[in-house]
């Protein structure tokens, strides 16, 4: 659990862009929403892969989703089961159904029709949130935190330098 929130500030503290550990963020949220076998998630993977995305924020924010999305699964279930059982949108889903790439969508499912719909509706919003956190936390907070008594004695310890020495 600390070891999470080593990196997390390691990230916070170091020169990388906010552009990147925003996306890596967002990125990691619509992963997390996603069902495991689903074509969505390799995506996503190959999205994070290859563009310009901090990966320690990516693998950080992938373990801290889940626990959120398993307290909303109760939502986004409501939600799926509303999507899916909408007389307007039978048809849509009827179509979408008989390709082959809606079925390695996995949209038949109550939790992977509303998990796919909200990581696509929140994907830039929440780029623009992360980056907008990452550079107030750089430029009001970081300083004070490193002011804190518990930061100052962590830094002081001889497994942390090591630990800065061969990361």
Same mark, same amino acid.
Request: aromatic share 16%; charged share 10%; with cysteine.
């Given at each position: 659990m600390w070891n999470v929130f080593a990196k997390l500030f390691k990230v916070l503290n170091s020169e990388e862009s906010p552009q990147a550990i925003g996306w890596a963020i967002a990125l990691? *949220?619509?992963f997390s929403m996603?069902?495991? *076998? +689903?074509l969505a998630k390799w995506i996503v993977l190959l999205v994070v892969a290859f563009f310009r995305v901090n990966l320690t924020s990516f693998l950080v924010f992938s373990a801290?989703?889940?626990a959120l999305f398993w307290l909303l699964d109760p939502l986004f279930n409501q939600l799926g089961f509303w999507?899916?059982?909408h007389p307007d949108l039978n048809s849509l889903w009827h179509s979408v159904m008989q390709s082959s790439f809606g079925q390695s969508l996995a949209l038949n499912n109550t939790l992977a029709i509303s998990s796919l719909l909200l990581s696509l509706v929140l994907l830039f919003p929440l780029v623009?949130?992360?980056k907008k956190l990452v550079l107030f936390y750089r430029e009001n907070l970081k300083h004070r935190v490193e002011r804190w008594h518990i930061v100052q004695v962590v830094k002081? +310890?001889?497994f942390y330098q090591y630990y800065q020495s061969i990361s």
């Amino acid at each position: 659990m600390w070891n999470v929130f080593a990196k997390l500030f390691k990230v916070l503290n170091s020169e990388e862009s906010p552009q990147a550990i925003g996306w890596a963020i967002a990125l990691a *949220f619509c992963f997390s929403m996603l069902p495991v *076998f +689903s074509l969505a998630k390799w995506i996503v993977l190959l999205v994070v892969a290859f563009f310009r995305v901090n990966l320690t924020s990516f693998l950080v924010f992938s373990a801290i989703f889940p626990a959120l999305f398993w307290l909303l699964d109760p939502l986004f279930n409501q939600l799926g089961f509303w999507l899916l059982t909408h007389p307007d949108l039978n048809s849509l889903w009827h179509s979408v159904m008989q390709s082959s790439f809606g079925q390695s969508l996995a949209l038949n499912n109550t939790l992977a029709i509303s998990s796919l719909l909200l990581s696509l509706v929140l994907l830039f919003p929440l780029v623009v949130l992360a980056k907008k956190l990452v550079l107030f936390y750089r430029e009001n907070l970081k300083h004070r935190v490193e002011r804190w008594h518990i930061v100052q004695v962590v830094k002081t +310890s001889k497994f942390y330098q090591y630990y800065q020495s061969i990361s």
